[in-house]
């Protein structure tokens, strides 16, 4: 009776109530895709919730002061003629909001984000652990609500007319706490359901959440943009809140929580029929799988253990710097835009919010290219090194030749997009995963939001210096940001040869295997 009554607690009430309706449950197949819905909608929600910042640089802070006669383009009214004639005005009239507004604007806008970025960064170590020991479910349930009340707030200083620095700062800090939550979550579900086959591809199908959380926080906080910058906050914010409220309802973090056997032991499950067969009457009859299969009974591993797993330190410091390339773009481009001289032209806060989407549409592709090629090569290292020295040419060519008109200047962000969040991308979700699963821990799924923290909290501390550095850099100009970001992309790179070499080598012994055996059955055949 007590068993029964906690696997009732363990599985989430949507998915209770739609076995109750059907009469039995869905196959492991349907679970498997539900699973991926929810935790793509989940984080498409926190990245669309850490946009607005970008988006609302050039209102909070508009100089220089750019006019723009920008006629609409490629796709009608997205990109639009004129500025709003509130935008840069606070509701006293002033140019921009206090006090973003001033000679330190930028500066201050700068610690803004890293105040974010810092408390993610070190909240991520945290999360990971408590990811492994609490219900998933809930943590990021809680993780959202808290993040979509924080962001919301922040917005809400505009409707208090709030200009003191620190009430912003405050608000940054707690959501960044909050958004610690999600990453970790999200990854350590994905690995509970699906195991090491295809994980690159579907990972990196999967991750599009990134870039589409960023293209629609992008959309939603330049679409509310007119109607006062607070808005820019409180739409995403309310969006990330219902996201958790479908991951309450709808997300089963272990398979075993709800009659599944995990592929994280059991690399392959025979067929979906099949275990569909197996399992069906048990979740029929009301049977759970025992206690100690199940997600709260399992053993936790400590941030020293996961740390001496191999290759998770090396991936982590290259994340460093990957999401220092990352991370600056995705809080500055929109601002970089609507200062740069494009095709002889100035545009818009709102056209350059929107033309910004454009990087992380490359990134999209970046991430599938990346995870597919690691799949097909089973080379992880190999595959993130070479975009991240690829990187360091579109970068150059972007800053180069992206201001002769807004056709190269697409195409080349495009590119750059491609290169720079492709290795972000494979080694936050494979690698995380590989890693998080290795034999070392002898089957262990308990070590997969930990590594997963671990990497990305590492990488997070670098997304947090990106910013801020930018920040300081842009006042001498835009060259010596884009000297630092494809310098970070060099180290990135490097910091992975020695992971490189062993793939080589593995691959080359391989070959040598494979060419001598070959040999010896042919020889046979002679005999």
């Known amino acids: 009776m007590a068993n029964n009554l906690d696997a009732m607690r363990k599985i989430p009430p949507g998915i209770w109530l739609i076995r ?8 492991l197949k349907t679970h498997r895709y539900m699973v991926l819905l929810v935790t793509f909608i989940a984080y498409t929600s926190y990245h669309a919730s850490r946009k607005p ?58 610690l803004i984000d890293v105040a974010f970025l810092a408390c993610y960064s070190l909240g991520m170590f945290g999360a990971g652990h408590l990811g492994d020991t609490l219900d998933l479910r809930l943590f990021l349930t809680c993780g959202m609500i808290g993040s979509g009340i924080f962001v919301g707030l922040f917005g809400m200083g505009y409707f208090w007319s709030i200009h003191v620095f620190g009430f912003y700062l405050v608000m940054q800090m707690v959501a960044g ?18 195991g090491k086959r295809k994980r690159g591809l579907i990972m990196g199908i999967w991750n599009a959440h990134t870039s589409v959380g960023n293209i629609t926080g ?3 906080a330049a679409s509310v943009l007119e109607y006062g910058w607070g808005w820019s906050f409180i739409a995403p914010g309310t969006f990330i809140a219902i996201a958790g409220i479908l991951v309450f309802l709808f997300l089963a973090a272990y398979p075993e929580d709800i009659g599944f056997p995990c592929p994280a032991r059991a690399e392959a499950v025979p067929r979906d029929g099949e275990a569909q067969t197996q399992n069906e009457g048990t979740v029929e009859e009301g049977k759970s799988t025992p206690i100690r299969d199940r997600s709260g009974a399992r053993r936790s591993v400590g941030l020293l253990e996961a740390c001496l797993i191999p290759g998770v330190i090396p991936f982590a410091f290259c994340l460093f710097f990957s999401k220092l390339v990352a991370y600056t773009f995705l809080y500055w481009l929109p601002f ?44 992880r290292a190999i595959t993130a090194a070479s975009f991240m020295y690829a990187a360091i040419p579109s970068m150059l060519l972007y800053r180069l030749y992206g201001n002769l008109s807004r056709t190269v200047n697409i195409v080349l962000m495009m590119i750059a997009g491609l290169f720079i969040n492709g290795p972000y991308a494979l080694i936050t979700t494979a690698v995380s995963a590989d890693l998080g699963t290795h034999s ?3 089957g262990d799924s308990r070590a997969l939001a930990t590594v ?9 501390i ?10 300081f850099l842009s006042t001498k100009g835009w060259d010596t940001v884009f000297v630092m970001l494809m310098l970070g992309a060099l180290i990135a790179g490097l910091l992975l040869s020695r992971q490189v070499v062993v793939e080589i080598n593995e691959k080359a012994c391989k070959s040598m295997r494979s060419s001598s055996g070959q040999q010896s059955s042919e020889g046979n055949a002679m005999n």
């Open 462 to 471: 670098g997304a947090a210096l990106g910013p801020l550095l930018t920040g």
């Open 452 to 460: 997963t923290a671990i990497i990305d909290g590492t990488g997070s």
């Open 218 to 220: 992008s959309l939603i």
């Open 336 to 379: 970089y835009l609507s200062q740069t001289e494009i095709g002889g032209e100035y545009m818009s806060v709102k056209s350059a919010g929107n033309l910004s989407t454009l990087f992380d549409v490359g990134g999209i592709v970046g991430g599938i290219l990346a995870g597919h090629i690691s799949d097909k090569l089973r080379a």
């Open 53 to 110: 910042s970008s988006i609302v640089k050039s209102a909070l802070d508009p100089e220089p002061n750019k006019t723009t006669n920008v006629h609409p383009w490629p796709i009608g009214s997205v990109f639009v003629k004129d500025e709003f004639l509130n935008e840069n005005k606070d509701k006293f009239g002033h140019k921009g909001w206090e006090p973003f507004n001033g000679k330190d604007g930028t500066e201050k806008l700068g």
């Open 440 to 442: 070392s821990l002898r």
């Open 20 to 27: 109750k309706i059907r009469g039995k449950d869905c196959s």
């Open 177 to 194: 706490l909050f958004q610690a939550t999600g990453w970790p979550s999200v990854v350590a579900v994905i690995g509970n359901w699906f």
